[in-house]
């Protein structure tokens, strides 16, 4: 639907959908956490339709949702916010790292974030030999079980991590309140060794190692990742893989800030 400007200046044809998803993105950035009938009360549309225009920022990455009901900011504003001097965000900084580890070690290579339990793949470079892990680019996957999720999750803090995985557990994951137990043991690991570990968790035959990317304020906002076919899965491979990963995200790093 379009409409005319509405502030008494000459007419311009807009789309109030797209106006109403900016405006939301506006009152995020302003207040931090919005809820369904917040969001409503300032549009001037019904709660159904505040809830998807949310639901919708929140599949972007714009948006997150812990077990509470209200909404915050999403790992895609750090996007828009860094690299702006160079006139790109998260995905145009990171992709050159990604195609240099990728050209030191011919493995697919992943730029990841996180919204909420979620981890979503931004971007993809291929390998170039032919047993290799394809374009994963839009994937998502939960993100307790994939490498570049898990590294995003330890970097939160305790109670982040308790609104996102409650103690008593999230029957929705199959995780109960012992699942949750190991699941903060691993990202304590994780926190502590740098890198995290997926070996055939959500695709069999496939295992990923990851790091992690922090933006200007020091938080891990996203991850980068390199996914190997079980067959060249090794305990020297991995440590190969870290010290390129580890070289690769203090670069990026260091551009970021």
Request: charged share 20%; glycine share 12%.
């Amino acid at each position: 639907m379009s409409s005319p400007e509405r502030n008494g200046g000459p007419e311009v044809a807009y789309l109030e959908s797209v106006d109403n998803a900016l405006r939301l993105l506006v009152l995020l950035a302003r207040q931090g956490d919005v809820g369904v009938t917040a969001a409503a009360s300032e549009l001037g549309v019904a709660p159904s339709t505040a809830h998807r225009l949310l639901s919708t920022l929140r599949y972007r990455g714009f948006a997150v949702q812990g077990s509470g009901r209200g909404y915050q900011p999403g790992p895609a504003f750090a996007s828009l916010s860094v690299g702006e001097s160079r006139g790109g965000g998260l995905e145009a900084v990171v992709l050159p790292h990604l195609e240099r580890i990728r050209e030191q070690l011919d493995e697919t290579c992943h730029l990841m974030v996180c919204s909420g339990r979620e981890a979503r793949i931004l971007a993809t470079v291929e390998a170039r030999q032919p047993l290799r892990v394809g374009s994963r680019t839009g994937a998502v996957f939960p993100a307790h079980l994939v490498s570049g999720g898990v590294v995003v999750l330890a970097g939160l803090g305790a109670a982040e991590l308790d609104e996102l995985y409650p103690p008593e557990g999230v029957p929705e994951l199959d995780l109960d309140a012992a699942g949750v137990k190991r699941l903060h043991r691993e990202l304590r690991t994780i926190h502590q060794r740098g890198y995290g570990l997926n070996v055939g968790r959500t695709e069999r035959g496939i295992a990923g190692i990851a790091t992690a990317l922090r933006g200007a304020d020091g938080r891990v906002v996203a991850a980068m990742s390199v996914s190997v076919p079980t067959i060249r899965y090794s305990a020297a491979r991995v440590r190969e893989i870290v010290r390129v990963l580890h070289l690769a995200t203090d670069a990026a790093n260091a551009e970021l800030r």
